[in-house]
């Protein structure tokens, strides 16, 4: 749980994020990091639009029967289109980052079932993107983030007519996990993209990732979750943050996506955490 001081300077926080909330991202421009590409490519004022973002996947022909999917053409490639309201006045989560982006191309790409029969929980979901990714791969999803940001995300949730797999909840990091007796206390994947930016939530994002993914015990085999961060490197003051996490997880880089090359070139890695036994 957070300790008093930490809650007293992120209410204080907050109510300066309320004012501006992507304050934290331009503040790194006082560090003498090349801060170019800090806040992504997107028109400066972005209220209520819509955009549409499609990841190209595979599926098997049982795959499309059972989807009611039609792919465009005979033998072109399937694709899981995803239209997505944005709005930057909720909250820095209001639109698509870049991480968000890569990490659904990543699960996209792995095929229409592979989430099926899976429990999926993603953290600081945002506008939902990628856990609207994962409900349509067949997941029964859940996205959560801040107060502020469940009304895009209930919106997208219905625009992409995924209402009955993907829910939406209020999940603040370091505060008890939600208690709905069908919310996934230990899920199958934990999702997680471009949630390295704040510094006060560092400790509090791997207090929920630690509750979230149970100890592995030598006498019990609990199955792990696999879990599936996405973080652009920003500022010298991320290593805070894993060296928080290096207390709780260990990480390997996710090799097996082709776009690997690519997007580290713009300073993005796919880690697959994995849980320390004590
Ligand atoms: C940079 S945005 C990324 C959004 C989305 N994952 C994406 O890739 O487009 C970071 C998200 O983390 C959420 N977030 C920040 N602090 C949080 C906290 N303490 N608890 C829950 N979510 C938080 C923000 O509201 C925001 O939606």
């Known amino acids: 749980m ?17 004012l501006d909330p992507l304050r934290h991202l331009r503040a790194a421009a006082d560090d003498t990091e090349d801060v170019s590409d800090i806040v992504p490519a997107q028109r400066p004022s972005i209220l209520n639009q819509t955009v549409e973002l499609a990841f190209s996947t595979v599926s098997t022909s049982a ?29 820095c989560g209001g639109v698509a980052w870049p991480a968000g982006e890569v990490l659904s191309r990543y699960i996209a790409r792995r095929g229409l079932s592979s989430m099926k029969r899976k429990t999926v929980l993603e953290l600081g979901s945002g506008t939902g993107l990628v856990g609207l990714v994962a409900g349509k791969l067949g997941g029964d999803v859940w996205i959560t983030d801040q107060a502020p940001l ?16 993907v829910r939406v909840a209020e999940l603040d990091w370091g505060t008890p996990i939600p208690f709905f007796s069908d919310f996934p206390r230990h899920p199958d994947v934990i999702l997680a993209a471009d949630c390295v930016y704040f510094e ?25 979750p696999e879990v599936l961060f996405c973080y652009k490197k920003r500022r010298k003051a991320d290593k805070r943050f894993f060296a928080l996490l290096k207390k709780e997880f260990s990480w390997t880089e996710v090799a097996d996506d082709p776009d690997h090359e690519v997007y580290t070139r713009e300073a993005i890695s796919l880690l697959r955490l994995i849980r320390r036994s004590r």
Request: charged share 30%; proline share 7%.
């Open 2 to 18: 957070a300790d008093v001081q930490t809650c007293t300077l992120l209410s204080e926080e907050e109510k300066l994020d309320a």
């Open 63 to 91: 795959d499309r029967i059972e989807n009611n999917h039609v792919p465009e053409e005979r033998g072109s490639e399937d694709r899981v289109v995803i239209k997505l309201m944005v709005d930057a006045s909720p909250g």
């Open 150 to 165: 469940l009304d895009i995300m209930r919106r997208n949730v219905i625009m992409n007519d995924l209402s009955e797999r």
């Open 200 to 224: 006060p939530a560092f400790p509090l994002l791997v207090q929920t990732l630690a509750e979230l993914v149970p100890v592995p015990s030598l006498s019990v085999t609990d199955a792990q």
